[in-house]
Structures are given as C-alpha cells and as structure tokens.
C-alpha cells in the first residue's frame, strides 16, 4: 500500500505537488491521471524517493522508501524507458540491477521471458526501439518480484498487441496482491485497466475514486435518437424543454440531454413518428477526466479553424471544457512478442 500525507513539493515559487492526500490499495491497478505539468512524475519520483518532499509524507507499506532495505524487493518501477546504459545489452542491465539488488541471475532470465525480449536480450539497448525500451524498463520493475509497482506511461510506444500485453500483465499483478499505480494520458486504455483512479490537477488530488464512480460523478449519460421525422422529433423535444443536439456528420440523429430513452420513446410513440435508433450513451472516462481537469490545464493548444477543445468530425466543447490531450501513436512495427502475464512470475 501506498500513502501519501500532505505531500508537498516546491521548485522555488512553483508548487509542483500541494498537501496531497490519498492512498493506493494493494490488490487493484489504480490509474493516475492528470493533465501535463499536474504533478504526476514529481509524485511518483518522491514515492521512490528520488526527489525529498518539502512537506509531508509518503510510504510504502509504512516505510519511506530509504528506508527500505532492499528496496526492489518492495518496489518496481518504471519512470523513464531511455533511463538505461545504452552500451549494456538488455541482460547485462537487467543482471548488474539484480547483482547489486541480492536477487539470482536466474531471475533475470525469467523476466526477459516474461516480457518477450528474448530474441534480443544480448543485444545493447540503445538500439531498441521505444517499445523494446518500455518492455526492458517494465522487465526491470519486475526482477525483485515486488509488492508494489509504479509504472509511468507504460504504454508510451507499444503496439496494440504490447498494449494488450501491458493491460493484463497489471491486471494479473494486482490480482496476484500487488499495488499496481500507473500513470497514462491514455483514457480509453485507461478505463479498461484500472480499478480506481487518483486524479491530479495543479498539484492538489481533485478525485480518489473507483473508476465508475469518477465517471458517473464527472460525466453525463445522454440518449441518441434517431428518425426519418428528426426535425418533427426535435421541434417536439425542445417543446418539452429538453436540451438537444445537432450531430455534426449525422442530420439523421440528435443527442438529447437529462431525459431517458424511455421518454424520448414514448414521446416518439404517441405522436406515431418512426425512430430508427435510440441508444444510451455512457460518458467515458475521457470526457469524465476533462470535465474535471478543465480549470487545472496549463498547456492549451489550437487547431487552425477549429474552436479550442473541438475535435475533428465533432462539435466544440462547451465553455470551460479543454482540448483533449496529445496521444500516444502506437507504433506499425511488431515488437517481440510476450506470453501470457504471470507464465514466468512468480505467484504470491
Ligand atoms: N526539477 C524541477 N524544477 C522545476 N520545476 C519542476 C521540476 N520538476 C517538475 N517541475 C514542475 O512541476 C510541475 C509538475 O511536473 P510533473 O513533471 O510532475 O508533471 P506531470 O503531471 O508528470 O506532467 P506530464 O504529464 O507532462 O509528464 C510542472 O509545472 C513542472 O514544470
């Protein structure tokens, strides 16, 4: 288990982490999200004890990490892929981590396994591309076989296979009783992998959730309907008081706000007007996590001819709400394939 106590961290005038408060349960994935600059890698670094609070506390099942013995034992991580001796070959790495850390060489051997590098685990690492980089750095957080893991954008660079790869290795770990913490700006990978999430946003924790109830607190759910008698439809609605929307590429169909389907149907029903569709539409943690984080971006970028927050092919945010963040593009080249999580880990 993680916890932080008013974890405070400055840089001169700027405060990077703000009297954070939460804690990170053994036996889930917990997700840390924030916006760029939020406070996330300062967080994970003072956890590790990279960097010395200025106030406050954080442990690792109730000892600050310097006072861990032998800390890989207890804690993984992964911060920074390129954060290696180009010059080693992955082995060598993986092995001069476990030499100086008491664990058998034999342990390197499993986790190279574990993560698929086998093919090029005598190969030096400043060759590897991003995602051999992620899978060696996540092979390093795993060699002590640790209780708790951190992981920051473990994905970064993956393909779709090593992204599948990456989800049911975290989900495995917490299902083995690890702590598994992890930070990504990638939502939609995001809401398959957590069980809860800690949301950062100018240094101060904004939400300490379950992921579903995040998303239920932070978003709404709205019915899409649509008919070849919209027009009729909508003038019918907006009779109602009812908000409804335009669906850009769609004349078909409007979006319609704070009602459920069963209304919109009955209301189609008894005026005798087809409907061709009528489905809810559950909010995703995307749009959960701007609307919260709005007020705490500090980095906004435009598109030429688009309004600040629009996306392509969709309308414009509302006022307040912020552009979603940059992506991470997969890349097209197969990286080694991984077998199954846990084929090579040891179970607890
Ligand atoms: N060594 C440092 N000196 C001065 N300011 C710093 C330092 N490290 C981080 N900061 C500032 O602290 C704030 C939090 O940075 P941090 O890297 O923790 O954010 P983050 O949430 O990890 O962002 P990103 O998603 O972009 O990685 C930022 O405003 C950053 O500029």
């Given amino acids: 288990m993680i916890q932080a106590v008013g974890l405070t961290k400055r840089y001169g005038e700027k405060v990077a982490v703000d009297h954070a408060d939460f804690s990170v349960a053994a036996g889930t994935v917990t997700g840390f999200l924030g916006p760029n ?7 994970m670094r ?27 034992r207890e804690v993984g991580a992964l911060l920074d892929a ?4 180009g010059g080693r070959t992955a082995y060598n790495h993986l092995a001069c981590l476990a030499k100086s850390n008491g664990i058998p060489l034999r342990r390197v051997d499993e986790v190279i396994g574990l993560v698929g590098l086998e093919q090029v685990a005598k190969k030096r690492s400043k060759n590897f591309s991003l995602g051999m980089g ?33 989800r049911n290795l975290m989900k495995s770990l917490a299902a083995q009783g690890r702590t598994v913490f992890v930070s990504s700006h990638l939502m939609s990978e995001m809401a398959l992998t957590a069980d809860r999430v800690i949301v950062i946003g100018r240094g101060q924790i904004k939400a300490d959730t379950t992921m579903r109830e995040f998303i239920a607190q932070n978003a709404t759910t709205h019915v899409r309907v649509r ?11 907006s009779g109602k008081g009812w908000h409804t929307e335009a669906l ?54 435009g598109v030429p001819g688009m309004a600040p927050g629009q996306v392509l092919g969709q309308p414009g945010l509302a006022p307040g709400q912020v552009e979603p963040q940059a992506q991470t593009k997969p890349q097209t080249r197969t990286e080694p394939q991984a077998p199954p999580p846990g084929s090579g880990e040891a179970q607890r």
């Fill in 37 to 43: 600059g939020a406070g996330k890698s300062t967080t």
């Fill in 46 to 72: 003072m956890i590790l004890g990279l960097d010395r609070p200025t106030d406050g506390t954080v442990t690792v099942d109730g000892k600050p990490y310097r006072n861990l013995p032998v800390p890989l």
């Fill in 82 to 85: 390129k954060a290696v001796h």
């Fill in 134 to 166: 992620q899978r060696l750095g996540i092979a390093a957080a795993l060699l002590g076989d640790p209780g708790t893991l951190l992981f920051d954008e473990p994905v970064n660079g993956l393909d779709p296979e090593g992204i599948l790869w990456v």
């Fill in 227 to 237: 008919s070849p008698h919209i027009g009729k439809l909508r003038q019918l609605m």
């Fill in 248 to 301: 850009p590429d769609d004349e078909g169909a409007v979006e319609v706000f704070d009602v459920t389907s069963e209304a919109v149907g009955d209301l189609a029903g008894e005026n005798g007007l087809w409907l061709h569709e009528l489905a809810v539409v559950q909010p995703s943690l995307e749009e959960a996590f701007m609307s919260m984080t709005a007020d705490s971006v500090e980095y906004h970028a």
